[in-house]
């Protein structure tokens, strides 16, 4: 034995740096105590973020992680700590975000006792998680974690929360340090059968359409994807997961498709005779009515996890791998191919999606003219407001509702890893943490849009970002509505607007103040122009107030299981 | 079109297994009609016989899901022909002089056993396929159940086809 005889929670800080733990979100409690006070000699290496809530230390790293591509980390204390992670955790889970999370919690001897603070992390987080693990002995520790990391980042990636009963933390065993951090486990790769049958499939089509996911991302395969997409001539739409993946003005990319995506993309989709999807998981909400999957065209689905094959569709083609692989190898196959009676359909459909938009937007001024009588934004107004003002590089962070449909379909996006979004869970409140996890793990510009609504969920952690310098603009599309649900009653509900009006009395302007940031109003351009100059200059977070109108409608809006023909693009 | 599946679950013996395993069905959906767990020829395994009703498409699914759970090391979905399925059952009958007779006779046919015998009940003790024990139960009914307990399917392959533990001893 050469190993250093140290404590659990020495443990814990010696494999967290072991495994390349540069920062920690997190907030403290009695049973973690001893694993703060054994990271607190490790503050050198470790930065240790306090945040507000344990929620928001949740968000926090997964903005760390979604930003970056590293395992975020996040630790909390048993009981109430433990369960303040869970719609963390599971909307890292729902979006394949790389966790590890520490809880603490009471020691083995009274565990199954409801003692205080005692909560079964393990049971209550198990449907939300990759994996988690309790450890009862100290000896099993370093392990432990080493494989909480390994799961974390291996294939699909995916949140691990690992619990420690304190007298595991103080117990103390043999230390032997790991010289590197945990590789992760090797994926399967593609069978060369199945990538000659895809490539047949391609050579046969006429109308090829890519559809991708976040896989892409997650994957680092967007350059293989529109090296694909240019040898056999097809265009390109994703997920709301995708974005980022490729820039938006990518001449072959039509945006993102589904419930709110482009009209050009779901229109696409839905002519093409071959669907090529990558990365993706066929979700709800990226492709409406399911039926016409089985009518129209024919699927190729490539995806590193297997148990997404056939579970939201059925493919007639399925390739289990990793995508950069998969994809680089089924290009190398496959012939040259040039549709020009496709790209003539497609471009006609950008035309069609260009004059829609006009109808829409025209259709809107007319409304907001004839009925707004005080000054206001309009989303457009909004959106290109902020990206001719921020650097190209900033990261963009969305909360949950239209604000987040509007972004997506709008925002410039130029490289991977800057867009973080709450897709799979759509999580209102997950922005600010997640702006403050982003802005930490990068030390770029970061830009919140969120809604009243969102904001007023976790806006706590402004006292995070305050203290913690994070360069965040936050941009509130405040509309006075819960605006998502509100478009629902006013299309499917006969504006019956139950429960949705927020009708409070809430200065956003005064609360950002009250927590130490700056802030503004904007219910013009000029005001907008002014505030986001200032923002800019600032070295901490700066708040817009943005004054907008509650009826604004996000649209294109295909209903919830409709087809291309349903969709809604304007309203009169 | 929906039938019935058997399939064996190689899975670390740590706690909490059972109930990823069972949870998941839950979570997707997913109805069991029985389920089982042992421990195996080999320490730090269990394996787990999940029975449950569904189509193709429902079986793929149960397969892919259990499969990227990380305690469970194999999932093999048992062929119908080719496997041995048993099931064991303990049943309490009123034990009555007009009926003694007839219990005996439908014990013997069935090759069950009576394994407690008592003034007023008796145990029978019978394995076999599911629908075996269904029909002993459906003719025990009229005298008297009193109390019954059956174990689930447990089911192996036949011949080299196995679920594999460790390094298996090659044949001989």
């Given at each position: 034995?050469?190993?250093?005889?140290?404590?659990?929670?020495?443990?814990?800080?010696?494999?967290?740096?072991?495994?390349?733990?540069?920062?920690?979100?997190?907030?403290?409690?009695?049973?973690?105590?001893?694993?703060?006070?054994?990271?607190?000699?490790?503050?050198?290496?470790?930065?240790?973020?306090?945040?507000?809530?344990?929620?928001?230390?949740?968000?926090?790293?997964?903005?760390?992680?979604?930003?970056?591509?590293?395992?975020?980390?996040?630790?909390?204390?048993?009981?109430?700590?433990?369960?303040?992670?869970?719609?963390?955790?599971?909307?890292?889970?729902?979006?394949?975000?790389?966790?590890?999370?520490?809880?603490?919690?009471?020691?083995?001897?009274?565990?199954?006792?409801?003692?205080?603070?005692?909560?079964?992390?393990?049971?209550?987080?198990?449907?939300?998680?990759?994996?988690?693990?309790?450890?009862?002995?100290?000896?099993?520790?370093?392990?432990?974690?080493?494989?909480?990391?390994?799961?974390?980042?291996?294939?699909?990636?995916?949140?691990?929360?690992?619990?420690?009963?304190?007298?595991?933390?103080?117990?103390?065993?043999?230390?032997?340090?790991?010289?590197?951090?945990?590789?992760?486990?090797?994926?399967?790769?593609?069978?060369?059968?199945?990538?000659?049958?895809?490539?047949?499939?391609?050579?046969?089509?006429?109308?090829?359409?890519?559809?991708?996911?976040?896989?892409?991302?997650?994957?680092?395969?967007?350059?293989?994807?529109?090296?694909?997409?240019?040898?056999?001539?097809?265009?390109?739409?994703?997920?709301?997961?995708?974005?980022?993946?490729?820039?938006?003005?990518?001449?072959?990319?039509?945006?993102?498709?589904?419930?709110?995506?482009?009209?050009?993309?779901?229109?696409?989709?839905?002519?093409?005779?071959?669907?090529?999807?990558?990365?993706?998981?066929?979700?709800?909400?990226?492709?409406?009515?399911?039926?016409?999957?089985?009518?129209?065209?024919?699927?190729?689905?490539?995806?590193?996890?297997?148990?997404?094959?056939?579970?939201?569709?059925?493919?007639?083609?399925?390739?289990?791998?990793?995508?950069?692989?998969?994809?680089?190898?089924?290009?190398?196959?496959?012939?040259?191919?040039?549709?020009?009676?496709?790209?003539?359909?497609?471009?006609?459909?950008?035309?069609?999606?260009?004059?829609?938009?006009?109808?829409?937007?025209?259709v809107l001024m007319q409304k907001?003219?004839?009925?707004?009588?005080?000054?206001?934004?309009?989303?457009?107004?909004?959106?290109?407001?902020?990206?001719?003002?921020?650097?190209?590089?900033?990261?963009?962070?969305?909360?949950?509702?239209?604000?987040?449909?509007?972004?997506?379909?709008?925002?410039?996006?130029?490289?991977?890893?800057?867009?973080?979004?709450?897709?799979?869970?759509?999580?209102?409140?997950?922005?600010?943490?997640?702006?403050?996890?982003?802005?930490?793990?990068?030390?770029?510009?970061?830009?919140?849009?969120?809604?009243?609504?969102?904001?007023?969920?976790?806006?706590?952690?402004?006292?995070?970002?305050?203290?913690?310098?994070?360069?965040?603009?936050?941009?509130?599309?405040?509309?006075?509505?819960?605006?998502?649900?509100?478009?629902?009653?006013?299309?499917?509900?006969?504006?019956?607007?139950?429960?949705?009006?927020?009708?409070?009395?809430?200065?956003?302007?005064?609360?950002?103040?009250?927590?130490?940031?700056?802030?503004?109003?904007?219910?013009?351009?000029?005001?907008?122009?002014?505030?986001?100059?200032?923002?800019?200059?600032?070295?901490?977070?700066?708040?817009?107030?943005?004054?907008?109108?509650?009826?604004?409608?996000?649209?294109?809006?295909?209903?919830?299981?409709?087809?291309?023909?349903?969709?809604?693009?304007?309203?009169? | 079109?929906?039938?019935?599946?058997?399939?064996?679950?190689?899975?670390?013996?740590?706690?909490?297994?059972?109930?990823?395993?069972?949870?998941?069905?839950?979570?997707?959906?997913?109805?069991?009609?029985?389920?089982?767990?042992?421990?195996?020829?080999?320490?730090?395994?269990?394996?787990?016989t999940v029975a449950f009703h569904?189509?193709?498409?429902?079986?793929?699914?149960?397969?892919?899901?259990?499969?990227?759970?990380?305690?469970?090391?194999?999932?093999?979905?048992?062929?119908?022909?080719?496997?041995?399925?048993?099931?064991?059952?303990?049943?309490?009958?009123?034990?009555?002089?007009?009926?003694?007779?007839?219990?005996?006779?439908?014990?013997?046919i069935f090759r069950s056993k009576?394994?407690?015998?008592?003034?007023?009940?008796?145990?029978?003790?019978?394995?076999?396929?599911?629908?075996?024990?269904?029909?002993?139960?459906?003719?025990?009914?009229?005298?008297?159940?009193?109390?019954?307990?059956?174990?689930?399917?447990?089911?192996?392959?036949?011949?080299?086809?196995?679920?594999?533990?460790?390094?298996?001893?090659?044949?001989?």
């Amino acid at each position: 034995m050469n190993g250093m005889l140290i404590s659990g929670a020495g443990i814990v800080a010696e494999t967290l740096i072991e495994q390349g733990c540069d920062t920690l979100f997190g907030y403290p409690g009695g049973q973690v105590i001893d694993l703060f006070d054994a990271l607190y000699e490790k503050r050198e290496k470790i930065r240790f973020v306090l945040t507000a809530h344990e929620q928001g230390a949740a968000h926090a790293a997964d903005g760390y992680a979604r930003a970056t591509g590293k395992v975020g980390t996040v630790i909390a204390t048993s009981g109430p700590g433990a369960t303040n992670l869970i719609t963390g955790l599971a909307t890292a889970c729902l979006d394949s975000v790389p966790l590890v999370a520490i809880t603490g919690n009471v020691p083995c001897s009274l565990i199954g006792r409801d003692s205080f603070q005692e909560v079964d992390i393990v049971g209550v987080s198990m449907p939300v998680t990759k994996h988690n693990f309790i450890v009862k002995d100290v000896n099993e520790l370093a392990d432990t974690l080493r494989e909480a990391f390994r799961i974390a980042k291996s294939g699909r990636p995916g949140p691990v929360l690992v619990d420690i009963p304190k007298d595991v933390q103080t117990a103390c065993c043999e230390f032997e340090p790991e010289s590197a951090p945990a590789a992760p486990e090797p994926v399967r790769q593609a069978s060369d059968h199945r990538l000659q049958k895809a490539a047949e499939m391609i050579a046969a089509a006429e109308r090829p359409y890519i559809y991708f996911g976040g896989g892409v991302i997650s994957g680092n395969a967007s350059a293989e994807v529109l090296a694909l997409a240019e040898k056999i001539d097809a265009p390109l739409g994703c997920s709301l997961m995708g974005l980022s993946a490729v820039p938006s003005d990518h001449p072959r990319f039509l945006g993102m498709q589904g419930m709110h995506g482009h009209y050009a993309a779901s229109a696409a989709e839905d002519e093409a005779d071959l669907v090529i999807a990558l990365g993706a998981r066929f979700s709800d909400r990226a492709t409406g009515k399911k039926e016409r999957f089985s009518r129209h065209f024919s699927i190729i689905h490539i995806d590193i996890d297997g148990a997404e094959l056939n579970k939201n569709i059925h493919a007639k083609l399925t390739i289990r791998g990793e995508l950069r692989d998969a994809v680089s190898r089924l290009t190398a196959i496959t012939k040259q191919k040039r549709h020009p009676a496709w790209r003539k359909r497609i471009e006609a459909l950008r035309e069609e999606e260009t004059r829609r938009t006009q109808e829409s937007h025209d259709v809107l001024m007319q409304k907001l003219g004839s009925t707004a009588d005080t000054p206001r934004l309009t989303h457009f107004e909004i959106i290109d407001a902020v990206s001719a003002a921020v650097p190209q590089d900033a990261v963009i962070v969305t909360d949950v509702g239209q604000h987040q449909m509007w972004t997506a379909q709008r925002y410039p996006l130029h490289t991977p890893r800057t867009f973080l979004t709450s897709g799979g869970l759509g999580t209102m409140g997950y922005g600010l943490g997640a702006a403050v996890g982003a802005f930490i793990a990068t030390g770029r510009r970061t830009v919140l849009f969120t809604g009243d609504g969102s904001f007023g969920m976790n806006l706590t952690e402004l006292a995070a970002a305050v203290s913690e310098h994070a360069n965040i603009t936050v941009i509130i599309m405040n509309n006075g509505v819960l605006g998502m649900v509100r478009q629902w009653q006013t299309l499917f509900f006969d504006r019956r607007y139950a429960g949705t009006t927020l009708n409070r009395q809430t200065d956003f302007v005064k609360v950002a103040e009250g927590f130490g940031a700056k802030a503004a109003r904007a219910a013009s351009p000029a005001e907008l122009a002014a505030a986001l100059a200032e923002a800019g200059k600032q070295d901490g977070p700066f708040v817009i107030d943005c004054v907008t109108d509650c009826n604004e409608l996000v649209l294109p809006m295909l209903p919830p299981g409709g087809s291309i023909d349903e969709i809604i693009t304007a309203i009169k | 079109m929906s039938k019935q599946y058997v399939i064996g679950v190689l899975v670390a013996n740590i706690s909490g297994v059972l109930s990823r395993v069972s949870g998941m069905f839950t979570r997707r959906g997913f109805n069991i009609d029985s389920l089982t767990v042992g421990e195996t020829e080999t320490a730090g395994y269990s394996r787990i016989t999940v029975a449950f009703h569904g189509d193709e498409d429902i079986k793929e699914r149960i397969v892919t899901q259990l499969e990227k759970l990380h305690d469970v090391k194999e999932v093999e979905v048992m062929d119908q022909h080719e496997t041995v399925v048993r099931e064991l059952l303990l049943l309490k009958v009123r034990n009555t002089a007009e009926n003694r007779q007839d219990i005996m006779t439908v014990v013997e046919i069935f090759r069950s056993k009576i394994v407690d015998y008592s003034a007023t009940a008796l145990i029978c003790e019978l394995t076999g396929e599911t629908s075996k024990i269904d029909a002993f139960i459906d003719l025990m009914k009229s005298f008297g159940i009193m109390e019954m307990c059956r174990t689930g399917i447990v089911a192996v392959e036949r011949g080299e086809n196995c679920l594999k533990t460790a390094v298996q001893p090659d044949p001989v």
